[in-house]
């Protein structure tokens, strides 16, 4: 592994002393960010966990948040080396700092709890190199499904990230790595990734491999890490397409404690995802499908469910050994209004090992309908019907009304 990464490192340094290559849109630097708000109606509440027919007390079936506000700053040290960061509050709150307690027998210590998290989402260092092949390090986006490539909230309908994927991948997944990217043929672009792998943990039944991203301690284990592929195609006007791949050898070696999984073996996880784009004057449509597995997933629920009642994991099991979702959305484009409809299905118990029972209220297929409105190229007002059908019909359906408001832009630019 080390002659590996050695090689690679001479290979980059080669191509940095030779290479010329620049970019435009700023001189020195530029600040901007994005944010959304976002308001629900719901006539259910959270029926398929309450306990009764008739979903959650009236008092808690409407919900305002600010789901993320997200400042980003760019600086070019010169054409070739440029810094980039992101900042992202979520809910309007501070995360809890969570303290792993050598000196008392590995318990956990939190040491402020709060809703909604204050999360350093970018920050890396790029080298600029050729067309075919430049380098990024630092914390970094994973270009894992449509919805993390494709984050800012203009690149969706409707008030909410489409659910197909952020039911089972975290939304926005960043992690600390290294990057190589670049463009080669006649619209083709590429993107692998070494980044720090998924935690064991963190993995539940609700939703799936989310919980495992690292980010509860000050340091990330990186014992396994992930690997990241995407390749993108644009050649054909308004057209984009592209796949990707998420690969971690074993996430119970990046667990919290040493030997916590040592009676369940290597736990792999794999993702494989699709999407594409079309964009015309009249019409925007996006469609994506995303399925993964987890291995030993039996044995991996049976640790998990013994997880100290004092860790930042849930530890609802059963984990599915395949999680499988689906969206596609269409809009009419009639000057600076979209009315659009989206169907999703999700489901992170859609396929489990001998021996384990899948709870089939996690499994949803979503009708959405609404309208964008683009006050100005950037600000868009949303509202949207979302209703969803539970577990293939088995349950009430979930009934909710959507309004949002979002922006996108880069304030200065020098």
Sequence with gaps: MKKVVLTLLLVIGSLIATAQVDTVGYSRFRFGGYGEMLGQFMDYGNNRFAGTSDGSPRGYRAAVSIPRFVLAFDYKFNSKWILGAEIEFEAGGVGSAVELESSENGEYETEIEKGGEVALEQLHITRLITRGINIRVGHLIVPVGLTNAHHEPINFFGPTRPQAETSLLPSTWHETGLELFGSFGRGFDWRAMIVAGLNANGFDKNEWIIGGTPGYFEVDNFTSPGYVGRIDYSGVKGLRTGVSAYYCHDTGRNADKDHFYSAVGRIPVWIATWDAQYRSKWITARANITFGGVGNSAKLSDANRMLSN????????????????????????????????????YNPQFRGEKGQTMDSRLEVSQWQVGLDWFALPNLVVKGAWVSRQIGGGKYNSENEFQIGIAYIGWFVRK
Excluded: C, D, Q
């Design 310 to 345: 004092k860790s930042p994991y849930s530890r609802l099991v059963p984990i599915a050994k395949n999680a499988f979702g689906a969206g596609v959305e269409a809009g009419v484009n009639i000057k600076k209004f979209t009315p659009f409809a989206r169907y999703e299905y």
